[in-house]
C-alpha cells in the first residue's frame, strides 16, 4: 500500500497560480502512474492529470491543458501539480492517487490521498 498527502492548496483569484504537492509513502517502489483527480460541490470526481512514474508520458483533461502541468520528482517520492491561469471553474478538492497495475491514464488507482481544497475567487 502507498500512502499518500497532499499540499499545497488554498484560495487564490482567477487567473492566479498554485502548486499542489503529494508526498508518497509506503510501497512506492511498486507505483507505475500517479494522477490528479478533483471533486467540485455536488459533482463527481474527475479526471485532471496523470503521468508515468517510469518515462514520464503525461495527459490532461482538455479543461486544464495547456494550463496545469504534472510533474513528478521519484528521488523525493512527490507528484506535483502546477496550475496557472485558474479559473473560478477549478473551485474543488483536489486528490492524487498511485496506481501499482497497469491500466490507462484514467484508472484504476488503488491508493488515494485525502484531498486538498482548492477555492478560486472572481
Known amino acids: 500500500q502507498v500512502q499518500l498527502v497532499e499540499s499545497g492548496g488554498g484560495l487564490v483569484q482567477a487567473g492566479g497560480s498554485l502548486r499542489l504537492s503529494c508526498a508518497a509513502s509506503g510501497r512506492t517502489f511498486s507505483t507505475v502512474r500517479m494522477g490528479w483527480f478533483r471533486q467540485a460541490p455536488g459533482k463527481e470526481r474527475d479526471f485532471v492529470a496523470a503521468?508515468?512514474?517510469?518515462?514520464?508520458?503525461?495527459h490532461y483533461a482538455d479543461s486544464v491543458k495547456d494550463r496545469f502541468t504534472i510533474a513528478r520528482d521519484n528521488a523525493k517520492n512527490t507528484l506535483y501539480l502546477q496550475m496557472n491561469s485558474l479559473k473560478v471553474e477549478d473551485t474543488a478538492v483536489y486528490y492524487c492517487a498511485a496506481a501499482r497495475q497497469t491500466g490507462t491514464y484514467y484508472g484504476p488507482y488503488d491508493s488515494w490521498g485525502q484531498g486538498t481544497q482548492v477555492t478560486v475567487s472572481s
Open positions: 503521468i508515468t512514474w517510469i518515462g514520464g508520458s503525461r
